[in-house]
């Protein structure tokens, strides 16, 4: 299973922080269709749900602010 383009899209934008409706703005695809691709995507990387989306996010970057003070 791979993600299509448009999934591509929405991880990015959802990384970024935007909402489902401003992800469906953006794209020009109703919300629905958002949160269905947004179920492909949480599959396709074995997440749960959005809340723990958040947190492999804050984890991550929190991570590369570690890691930018271990360079310096």
């Known amino acids: 299973m791979t993600l299509t383009e448009t999934q591509k899209e929405i991880v990015t934008l ?7 409706q401003q992800i469906a703005d953006q794209l020009c695809f ?3 269709k958002i949160k269905k691709d947004l179920k ?10 959005p809340a723990e989306t958040k947190r492999a ?7 590369k ?5 271990l360079m310096m």
């Open 40 to 49: 492909v995507i949480y599959k396709y990387f074995g997440i749960k749900g």
């Open 65 to 69: 602010i570690e890691m930018s003070k």
């Open 14 to 20: 959802l990384i970024e922080g935007k909402t489902n």
């Open 57 to 63: 996010v804050l984890v991550r970057e929190i991570v």
């Open 30 to 32: 109703s919300v629905d």
